[in-house]
């Protein structure tokens, strides 16, 4: 645990000099990682629990390793936004080192309607499992979507609604081909 002051005095107690902290709080690590993020720095990813899209933060989150300060003091594990610019992670690289990761996550988030509850409908429609997207390499599915995301740096529904609105298509011809044909003109 971790302890704020503010203010620390020296006082005599039974001939013995004693620190005594005055206004002490408890602080729990988790919320300096959270309030003090400026100071912290972080491990790479880990790798279990898995990255996930947050809908409330319209973000692919992921876990790691924080430490606060210059002594890097662990904070333990939390959960953070997946770093934009991770180059060290041994995934598949998309143009400029940037991870594949975060595309896949939402890659994945769109086809079970997490990241547009439109689809959400759909999403008992799928022709093969959303978890394919994660999964398989090279699959020309996988690749069609999840390289169309990259290409166009889309992770997060703020991004995705940024480039339906100068191309309403955008997207659309990589996701059909996941879909039920019954369910094309549904999704389109």
């Known amino acids: 645990e971790l302890v704020c002051f503010s203010e620390l005095t ?11 902290m ?4 408890r602080v729990r690590k988790r919320w ?7 100071a912290c720095s972080y491990s790479t990813p880990l790798e279990s629990p898995a990255p996930r899209f947050s809908a409330q ?4 989150m992921c876990h790691a390793r924080a430490f606060y300060g210059r002594s890097r003091w662990s904070l333990g594990v939390v ?3 997946f770093p934009a610019d991770l180059t060290s992670w041994n995934a598949p690289l998309a143009k400029g080192g940037v991870s594949m990761v975060r595309f896949r996550v939402f890659a994945r988030a769109l086809l079970d309607g997490v990241a547009v509850p439109r689809l959400k409908p759909h999403s008992n429609h799928l ?5 394919s997207v994660s999964a398989q390499f090279g699959s020309p599915r996988v690749t069609a979507l999840v390289g169309v995301l990259a290409n ?3 992770c997060s529904v ?6 339906l609105a100068l191309d309403g298509t955008f997207v659309l011809h990589e996701l059909l081909p996941w879909y039920s044909p019954s369910r094309h003109h549904e999704i389109a």
């Open 32 to 38: 300096v990682a959270t309030l003090c993020a400026g």
């Open 57 to 60: 933060r319209d973000a692919v």
């Open 158 to 163: 703020a991004a995705l609604r940024d480039k």
């Open 127 to 131: 022709l093969h499992a959303s978890l």
């Open 10 to 20: 020296k006082e005599s107690q039974r001939s013995k000099q004693v620190l005594i």
């Open 79 to 81: 959960e953070i936004p």
């Open 152 to 154: 166009s740096g889309v």
């Open 22 to 25: 005055r206004h002490a709080t």
